[in-house]
């Protein structure tokens, strides 16, 4: 259904740039792609506009595997480094420093964060759909404790995402 107050022409800006399928990297890096949205990409004029000063920030991640943002070596350099829980926490950027960029300010701003994820949280049934879902969502759990749970919902990227998506706007709201 159409997104209140949401116009045409941004149902399809939308539709146009958000891809379904599981043909990109296998190097999920939910973390590092909201980081750079909000930092390097609105410096360099990118995605000017993007925040307005004032504005709350709400950060919606979707993704069928663990985040593997890594900054500095040792890189993860095959999707076995993504999924093994001791290359995690060991080589890993830390979750925390990720949950101290969102608590802190954003474009030059303190803000009211509020994240929303959609993963395979771990302990889940195994995820036909998406088919490939291979590893759990460990580090997006323990951004749920980093940032806190009265700032960030969450639900099964396996799942019909209502019941998530009502949970996160009224925590938006």
Partial sequence: SRA??????EITAFAQNF???TSGSGKEQSFRAARLA????????TNAGFI?????LAVIMISDEDDCTD??????????????????????????????????PVAGEQR??????FFWPPGAPACTAPA?????????????????????????VCADFSTSLIQFAEILM
């Fill in 4 to 9: 209140s107050g949401a116009s045409p022409a």
């Fill in 19 to 21: 891809r379904v399928g």
């Fill in 38 to 45: 909000l930092s390097d990409r609105i410096a360099d004029g």
């Fill in 52 to 56: 307005r000063d004032g504005a709350r």
């Fill in 71 to 104: 900054t500095a070596p040792p890189f993860a350099t095959t999707n076995t480094n993504c999924h093994d829980d001791a290359f995690k926490l060991a080589s890993l950027d830390p979750v925390g420093e990720f949950a101290a960029f969102l608590l802190g």
């Fill in 112 to 117: 009211d964060v509020v994240v929303g994820a």
């Fill in 132 to 156: 490939d879902a291979l590893d759990d969502g460990d580090r997006f759990t323990w951004l749920v404790d980093a940032v806190g749970a009265a700032r960030m919902r969450t639900g099964n």
